[in-house]
T-cell receptor
Framework: NAGVTQTPKFRVLKTGQSMTLLCAQD?????MYWYRQDPGMGLRLIHY???????AKGEVPDGYNVSRLKKQNFLLGLESAAPSQTSVYFC?????????????FGPGTRLTVL | AQSVTQPDIHITVSEGASLELRCNYS??????LFWYVQSPGQGLQLLLK??????LVQGIKGFEAEFKRSQSSFNLRKPSVHWSDAAEYFC???????????FGTGTQLKVEL
């Protein structure tokens, strides 16, 4: 049972480049989330999904897009990367509402934008 | 809107000493409260959670937390810290029926041997 996996683990981009981060979970969870973690700012929610085919904006959605075409996958896209998007990105999933259920986190993706 | 404050950015304790990490929340109704731990280079793992009932909740790894409504606090405690407890700890608050959690900025715990 792999839980939540993230691909890639590390990435360096140049300003203006695009990329997609992949999150996969094998727990049949309905809810999935993308967070970014920056020093001194904790975790901030970028986008989330309450089920296959649905997405919603979180606290800091600008510059990111997401898709949830399959229940087990949640993709985070950066269309035109900026240095301000240098961060560690975490994906998480939960079976039920996150306010009442445990969120399971992936190991993170460290992204540097030059 | 809900919010969480963790007033201590860094805390250092000696191995075997007791630990208390502070968490204050802001929410109009009864909050759902969580503590997560992040070991270096890892994702977050749930330590414990409070929804209702007994205000003292027990978690994994010997941690406990006490919900105090009058103080809007949910402090995390451990009677005797182990070197392996060195990590970053996050308090989070959620609302009943809510789709998301709000995390605090974290407290980095260092354990001196």
């Amino acid at each position: 049972n792999a839980g939540v996996t993230q691909t890639p683990k590390f990435r360096v981009l140049k300003t203006g480049q695009s990329m997609t981060l992949l999150c996969a979970q094998d727990m049949n969870h309905e809810y999935m989330y993308w967070y970014r973690q920056d020093p001194g700012m904790g975790l901030r929610l970028i986008h989330y999904s309450v089920g296959e085919g649905t997405t919603a904006k979180g606290e800091v959605p600008d510059g990111y897009n997401v898709s949830r075409l399959k229940k087990q996958n949640f993709l985070l896209g950066l269309e035109s990367a900026a240095p301000s998007q240098t961060s560690v990105y975490f994906c998480a999933s939960s079976l039920l509402l996150p306010s009442t259920d445990t969120q399971y986190f992936g190991p993170g993706t460290r992204l540097t934008v030059l | 809107a809900q919010s969480v404050t963790q007033p201590d950015i860094h805390i250092t304790v000696s191995e075997g000493a007791s630990l208390e990490l502070r968490c204050n929340y802001s929410y109009g109704a009864t909050p759902y409260l969580f503590w997560y731990v992040q070991s270096p280079g890892q994702g977050l793992q749930l330590l414990l959670k409070y929804f209702s009932g007994d205000t003292l909740v027990q978690g994994i790894k010997g941690f406990e937390a006490e919900f105090k409504r009058s103080q809007s606090s949910f402090n995390l405690r451990k009677p005797s810290v182990h070197w392996s407890d060195a990590a970053e700890y996050f308090c989070a608050v959620g609302s009943r029926g809510g789709n998301k959690l709000t995390f605090g900025t974290g407290t980095q715990l260092k354990v001196e041997l």
